[in-house]
């Protein structure tokens, strides 16, 4: 053979050697993956033990490929991986660490300790190694030594801060939380950013409602001995809007308010937020100090108009209605509206004003007065006219003008087109058809705004159409439907002891008609609002037994427990009747709120808006 050619080949093995090795290896290592999978580990270390020989995999089998030792109790052999990859790699502390498991998996627990203390006394002066050391520490179950690496960090950092994070996880899993929360605390008060990631941390970790207690309970000792940190007062404003607490809430936004001289700001926020979960009366206390602590200011005319309207709200839901409150309510509306003006910063207020007039005290034309002025105050704003004419046309149909009604409605349908302030009104002209027993044009109605953009327009124009297909079934006259309707244009005119009368003679009239479990349904909401929370059970309960698979089912369920919830407080009672709700019926739209409900009765979680 000529030399050129010995040599040519030469070079040929030399390149293709390796690719070959490194092929075998690759299909080494998935064979002793599948080894180690099966617990086959006498197998598998025969193949690490081939792989372990090419540099480029050591580092990728070494955990699989120390374990099966371990496992087999060859410890000659793990003693040499461990150090061969110490040798390697003497800045990582993952294998000096592994040394001091070698010695504990054969019993001897003091030299572990002294490997163990090493480790902490050597990797302790840089960052990297000192959180490596740490996360490697709780890998082999070592969470006190975790704790251990952090504190001789933090030290050597002389940083009171270093590690909080950290400390705080594994004061989480070692069982410790208020010390937990302690690290937590210590992280925000570096920065405002740390503040606001600590509360998305402790939202993720406190899930029990003595947890939230702790925290409270935490803070205000924090608050008691540095007064001047204000970090603790915004963690506890956060933690009472977080549990709803919101008259709490407003108590430690005064201080942030007067510290920050937010003008209000913040405490505007809060009240709308008490608005929004229905806690008007917290919500009242709120607007009434900014309106006397900063009149003038900027956020003073929309806390004028949401203290009223949160007024109303506690005044509309005071069952039997005060009509000399209504009045009151007018005159707060009409002093409003004499200081500030008619214009774009009152227009709400002018129409709440018209809707007490019609809806609570018959006073329909003076509404109407009232609205039509609007409209040609807010002419070139077109959603603000939409929203009058769809109230004039309400109050026509308090009026009985259901013509005039369907005009108006019409108009805002033409208006707003493809908005949903024109799909709110082609609603109402479906209902009007259907108060008029048209259902068929109600159908018609109905079938376009199922495909509504906004979501609660469709939801509630499926359920009339439901409501009127599945009653139109068997009962191809619609006389009982047309009852119904009637009872529901009367329960829209606020006639409710009228409407109660109505529905019982329904329920005497028709005992075997599918519209029984609706007119249940109604009764038992009519009775909740005429604050009699134990008759309506007994409809809840007759739908529940009766009507269980049908539409109301769960409805009547969870109502039941929220009634025993937030009514009659027996708390009980409501968690019993939450847990067997998400039995019953895991499917429905409730399942989720009923969870959290009853978890938080059951005192092991609280809910986080």
């Not at 009240?271 to 709120?286: C, R, V």
């Not at 329904?506 to 038992?524: F, G, Q």
């Amino acid at each position: 053979m000529h030399a050129h050619k010995i040599i040519f080949l030469t070079l040929i093995l030399a390149f293709t050697a390796p690719a070959i090795r490194a092929q075998g290896d690759a299909q080494n290592l998935e064979l002793a993956e599948e080894y180690f999978g099966r617990q086959e580990y006498d197998k598998a270390t025969e193949l690490y033990g081939k792989i372990a020989n090419n540099q480029q995999y050591l580092p990728i089998i070494y955990k699989n490929y120390l374990l099966s030792l371990f496992k087999l109790e060859d410890f000659k052999e793990s003693e040499k991986l461990i150090k061969k990859l110490n040798k390697q790699e003497p800045q990582n502390p993952i294998y000096a660490i592994d040394y001091g498991l070698w010695w504990e998996m054969q019993g001897k627990a003091d030299k572990a300790k002294k490997e163990y203390e090493k480790v902490i006394s050597d990797y302790k002066k840089i960052n990297t190694n000192v959180i490596r050391a740490a996360e490697h520490f709780l890998k082999i179950q070592q969470n006190q030594l975790a704790l251990d690496m952090l504190a001789a960090g933090r030290k050597s950092d002389s940083n009171p801060a270093a590690f909080a994070l950290e400390m705080a996880e594994v004061h989480r899993i070692l069982g410790q939380p208020d010390k937990m929360i302690e690290e937590y605390l210590l992280f925000a008060i570096q920065s405002h950013n740390n503040a606001e990631q600590a509360k998305g941390l402790l939202q993720d970790r406190l899930t029990k409602a003595e947890d939230f207690e702790r925290l409270e309970q935490v803070l205000l000792t924090q608050l008691q001995k540095d007064a001047r940190e204000v970090t603790y007062n915004e963690l506890l404003l956060w933690l009472y809007i977080q549990q709803k607490r919101f008259y709490r809430a407003f108590i430690q936004a005064k201080a942030l308010d007067k510290r920050y001289r937010l003008e209000g700001s913040e405490l505007y926020s809060i009240g709308l937020i008490s608005m929004q979960n229905h806690d008007y009366k917290s919500a009242q206390t709120i607007f009434e100090y900014i309106i006397e602590t900063y009149k003038g200011g900027e956020y003073y005319s929309q806390a004028r108009s949401q203290y009223i309207k949160a007024k109303e709200e506690v005044i509309k839901s005071t069952y039997p209605l005060d009509l000399a409150e209504i009045r009151s309510l007018i005159s707060d509306y009409q002093l409003l509206i004499a200081e500030l003006g008619k214009n774009y910063r009152t227009f709400d207020d002018i129409r709440s004003m018209a809707q007490l007039h019609a809806f609570y005290l018959n006073e329909k034309d003076t509404a109407i007065q009232i609205l039509e002025e609007a409209i040609q105050l807010g002419r070139g704003r077109n959603d603000f006219v939409a929203e009058c004419k769809t109230d004039l046309g309400d109050i026509y149909l308090l009026k009985n003008e259901p013509w005039e009604a369907t005009l108006l409605y019409s108009q805002v349908e033409k208006l707003k087109p493809e908005h949903p302030l024109g799909y709110e009104a082609k609603l109402r002209n479906a209902k009007l058809s259907y108060y008029k027993g048209d259902f068929e044009l109600a159908q018609e109605h109905l079938d376009i705004l199922k495909e509504a953009t906004t979501r609660e327009i469709a939801n509630n124009a499926m359920e009339l159409s439901l409501l009127i297909r599945d009653n139109l079934l068997f009962d191809t006259t619609g006389t009982a439907l047309r009852e119904f309707s009637q009872i529901e244009l009367t329960l829209f005119q606020h006639d409710d002891e009228k409407a109660l009368k109505d529905l019982k003679n329904m329920l005497t009239d028709y005992p075997k008609h599918s519209i029984r479990d609706e007119v249940l349904w109604r009764r038992a909401n009519l009775l909740l609002k005429m604050s009699k929370p134990e008759e309506a059970l007994i409809d809840l309960e007759k739908i529940i037994t009766e009507y269980a698979e049908d539409i109301w089912g769960d409805d009547a369920l969870f109502l039941m427990g929220k009634t025993y919830e937030e009514t009659l407080k027996n708390k009980d009672k409501a968690q019993e009747i939450y847990k067997n709700h998400l039995l019953k019926y895991p499917g429905s739209i409730y399942t989720a709120e009923a969870r959290k409900r009853f978890r938080t009765l059951r005192g092991d979680f609280v809910e986080i808006r």
